[in-house]
């Protein structure tokens, strides 16, 4: 009788794992993780930019969501669902983040400083909706004259429509997984509805990934290197994110988080050599700017009849 009892004995209860798990971040400032989250985020997506002659920017993208979604699947373990609200509430998820990559076809066309800039839009865009203050009004104006100053000729902005276009779908994309994550939040604690999100936003790319890929996409260096873009700009900023937002106001991550554009533009430097103009650098202060007073800003609360 002691063989059958004895796996059970060692065996680890999915939540106790979770915690052990949260565990080890709880130790760390949730500042701190904030800014580990940018900082990895952007170097890694600077990195993907390395594998673009390789296979290609949808390539990337491919790589990038697969390797994430084995990563976090071994992390989590995560039982799917058994309403189809929720499931359907993942696959949403999933098809925003499918959507948030197009971020890489701008990266193509755009410094990454530039590209990230103009995503961010969208999270900026989404804080100030529905406010009817003038002060919102002026960070949005303040927005929109970095954009000005990306897309002037004489400054150096170096715009493309179709890189414009589609870091803006990106950035659409982000304030929707944005919503959607909160949902997500609500009903569970741990990553197991961002493991099948994920998942789902890899079988989203799939066709095009092979398709501009081929091949190449199985050789055993295009692996290794889609592995660490995985886990920099994708597994562990998810990871770092989730253990901030249990312990800090999101009012609080989204200020961190809004240094993004600036991150970026010092990545690219590092990682790709792509020097910015002092125009280009003015332009993402006005959204880094634009972005810490919308949501810094606090807003009057309405009276209780």
Known sequence: MGTHTAPDRHREHPAQAARRKQAV?????????????????????????????????????????????????????PALPKSWRDRGLIMAMGTAIAGMNVIYLALERLDVGVAVTLQFLGPLVLALIGSRRLLDFLWAVLAWVGVFLFANPGGGGGLTLAGTVFALVSGASMATYVVLNKRAGAKTSDGSYLAYAVAWAAVLSLPTGV?????????????????????????IPYTLDMAALRRLPPRTVAVLESLEPAVAGLAAMVVLGEILTGVQWLAIGCVVAASVGAVYTPRKRKPKR
């Open 25 to 77: 971040t709880a130790r760390v400032p949730a500042p701190l993780l904030v800014v580990g989250s940018v900082v990895s985020i952007q170097v890694g997506q600077a990195f993907g930019k390395h594998l673009f002659g390789a296979v290609g920017p949808l390539g990337v993208v491919f790589l990038r969501l697969a390797l994430t979604a084995v990563v976090l699947g071994l992390v989590w373990r």
């Open 211 to 235: 398709w501009e890929g081929g091949t190449a996409l199985l050789q055993p260096w295009v692996l290794a290197a889609g592995l660490g873009v995985a886990l920099l700009s994708a597994a």
